[in-house]
């Protein structure tokens, strides 16, 4: 997917400006390499603006973290964290406009999570404050969702990493402010810098270095364990202790002036700090696991920090490896996997990723002879030039069947190699007798194939796809219909173009039914007489309903298959659309309806009772209200139904992976399109009774024609 911008970036986390904490050093170093690669970067943060920034910066009004940590701890509001981000998130609500943006980034939930996946730019979690929202069953993480995971260890990338599109991307460090200085420290100092939180377990440092006989320790980081960790650093220190809160640009000389550098946490997920010690060559003694060790690989003490003794023994290890060659070891390794220039390569590398849409792992390399085309469309412009490059060349023959077009689609399907087939105009037209028309004309050129792929005019076939569908029916002589993913080439272009891009997404297995786009077995395509010329929408399932009943078989495999304009840019368009699915219903219900078929018989009944029955009732009862006032229960009740309905389709697609705000959108158009599609389910049943005919329902305006080139 092409765009005529660079990729626009929202950054977001309540400290960014204000403090110097891990999380927002790295989100700050992420935000300065991308606007450094050419993307427009707009950063959101609770402290002041600086000039020295490459990026945009637009500052949000925030209450510290430190002022909550009296605070009661409720659901979702679970630490003084979640607090300050809660009032981070009120001002960034205001301000962040998401139809601005291509990408977020975040690292913080639940609140900024939220906002950020607001609208329909994709969004991108980071790890660095741990994994927990993906791992803990508490009721807010259930909301929780990505379109793209970077892990900034291992064994965050090895439970996540098949579940999202993720990446394994640790911090960095810029190596030329991080570097070594002459120690002129009489005794050994002990640096420590973390926040000061339980889970750091600052206090069994203090104790550790205590017990290493004539060792000072400065403590960088502030937190609510602040009081015990100042009042055990005297007690038994005196004044080789020290803590310190300092602004971002003296840490370097910070880490100068120190000898060893001490970590005592046994989880930590992505400490900036280990990359920083090893930039000014300090010795690292930190805890013994499979992170810490993927981190420093040879260049660090490990230990077991819950064994003080060990800590201790360390330390005093430490004091000797601070030679020359030791030091360029460490900065070796900073030059070889952290510098932020190339983490900075790895984001952009991955955040276009993200926002192109998904390649097959193959090629259509060269012609398939078992294979023909046949595309459809009616005005479709530069869509249907799209449609048939993706498709030159690649197969036995390629017929385009043209519906009444005025916009140049014919002379630009002819102009592209395609055989055109053009509709007579006497007869009411329908896809399903443009693709019948267009496959007795194919086997007229291609006689020999076995195989048929049938593609709408507003779709792209993706490169490998014709390939990897060929292989499927190929192993399975029952197989007669293959379809893979389809996703909207814009879904941010309108909130109908992103509802459109969640239905496509339906299950990878075998299906009862396929959509227009789809590779048939022409055997079987020939046994059940293709699709029902009569059909105005809906004409595939009822074919597929038809194939079943012959014992074929359906599936959709996990393979990119067609890029779809739908080109939704209006309510009306929607609700024509939906006014075309209510018609579909109605008329596979009424040919394939009943037992056992029952085909359809879910969806008319649904329809029929949110989008008549309750509404009845509601009107009734309204009315009765002024007749007598304690019915007023009743609308009520029917109004909290149908927000019922809407947040259980909201979980069914949050639990599928759908974002809070997208699958919130989608539960309430699903309930909202009952309405319309009522009217097309009584307009089929209708005009069935008059013995009359329906007409094409159609959404899309004509697009525009385009040269081809």
Not at 78 to 98: I, P, Q
Not at 257 to 284: K, R, V
Request: glycine residues 8%; hydrophobic residues 40%.
């Amino acid at each position: 997917m092409s765009m005529s911008h660079p990729l626009r970036i929202a950054i977001a986390l309540p400290g960014i400006h204000r403090v110097a904490r891990g999380a927002e050093t790295a989100m700050e170093q992420i935000a300065r390499q991308l606007a450094e690669s050419g993307l427009d970067v707009t950063v959101f943060g609770s402290g002041p603006p600086r000039n020295d920034q490459p990026y945009h910066y637009q500052q949000i009004s925030a209450i510290a973290r430190e002022n909550f940590e009296r605070f009661p701890r409720i659901p979702p509001l679970r630490s003084h964290y979640a607090w300050e981000e809660l009032t981070f998130a009120a001002g960034l609500l205001r301000r962040f406009r998401a139809k601005d943006f291509d990408l977020t980034i975040g690292c913080s939930y639940p609140f900024v999570n939220w906002v950020l996946r607001s609208g329909s730019a994709k969004h991108i979690y980071i790890t660095q404050n741990g994994d927990w929202p993906l791992r803990h069953r508490k009721l807010e993480n259930r909301y929780f969702g990505c379109d793209g995971l970077v892990c900034t260890n291992p064994q965050f990338f090895a439970r996540h990493g098949e579940k999202f599109c993720a990446t394994l991307i640790p911090n960095g460090v810029d190596d030329a402010v991080f570097h070594p200085g002459e120690s002129a420290n009489k005794t050994p100092v002990v640096l420590m810098v973390s926040a000061l939180i339980p889970s750091k377990r600052v206090v069994d440092g203090i104790r550790a270095v205590a017990n290493a006989g004539d060792f000072s320790l400065v403590i960088a980081g502030d937190g609510e364990c602040r009081n015990e960790v100042d009042e055990l650093g005297q007690t038994l220190l005196g004044e080789r202790y020290r803590r310190v809160i300092l602004p971002r640009e003296q840490m370097p000389e910070l880490y100068r002036s120190a000898d060893i550098f001490l970590h005592m946490s046994q989880d930590e997920p992505s400490a900036n700090a280990y990359m920083e010690a090893l930039a000014s060559g300090l010795p690292i003694v930190t805890h013994d696991w499979e992170v810490t060790r993927w981190t420093l690989e040879n260049c660090g003490l490990f230990v077991d920090t819950s064994d003080l003794s060990s800590v201790t023994a360390a330390l005093g290890r430490a004091v000797n490896l601070r030679k020359r060659p030791d030091i360029q070891r460490r900065r070796d390794l900073v030059a070889k996997r952290f510098t932020w220039k190339s983490i900075g390569r790895q984001y952009v590398e991955f955040l276009h990723k993200v926002i192109e849409p998904a390649s097959n792992e193959i090629t259509d390399e060269k012609p398939l002879d078992d294979v023909g085309v046949v595309i459809i469309g009616r005005n479709e412009g530069d869509r249907l030039i799209g449609c048939l490059k993706s498709l030159a060349g690649k197969t036995a023959a390629m017929v385009y069947v043209d519906s009444g077009s005025s916009d140049g689609s014919v002379a630009a399907a002819k102009d592209l190699g395609a055989t055109v087939v053009e509709l007579d105009r006497n007869v009411p037209f329908t896809a399903a007798r443009a693709r019948n028309t267009g496959f007795r004309r194919l086997l007229e050129l291609a006689p020999n194939i076995s195989f048929v792929q049938f593609v709408d005019g507003d779709c792209e076939v993706r490169d490998g796809w014709l390939t990897l569908a060929e292989r499927q029916p190929s192993g399975d002589s029952q197989l007669a219909v293959v379809c893979g993913g389809r996703r909207e080439r814009f879904p941010a272009a309108s909130i109908y173009n992103r509802l459109a891009d969640i239905e496509w997404n339906t299950p990878i297995a075998p299906a009862k039914s396929c959509g227009g786009d789809a590779m048939i077995r022409v055997a079987a395509f020939k046994q059940v007489g293709g699709y029902n010329d009569d059909i105005i929408a809906g004409e595939e399932p009822e074919m597929c309903v038809r194939l079943r009943q012959a014992g074929w078989k359906i599936e959709r495999v996990n393979a990119e298959m067609t890029l779809h304009d739908a080109s939704m840019k209006y309510f009306g368009q929607w609700w024509r659309r939906s006014v075309r699915a209510g018609h579909a219903y109605a008329e596979g219900f009424a040919r394939h309806g009943a037992p056992p078929e029952r085909f359809n018989a879910n969806q008319v009944r649904s329809i029929v009772f949110w989008g008549m029955f309750l509404p009845v009732i509601f009107v009734i009862s309204t009315a009765a209200v002024f007749w007598k006032s304690a019915l007023v229960i009743l609308p009520l009740l029917i109004l909290a139904a149908y927000l019922a309905m809407i947040v259980r389709i909201q979980h069914r697609k949050i639990d599928a992976g759908l974002g809070f705000a997208s699958a919130w959108l989608y539960g309430f158009f699903v309930m909202l399109g009952k309405f319309p599609q009522m009217i097309g389910l009584l307009q089929y049943f209708l005009l069935r009774r008059m013995g009359r005919r329906s007409k094409l329902i159609e959404y899309k305006s004509a697009a525009a024609p385009q040269e081809v080139a």
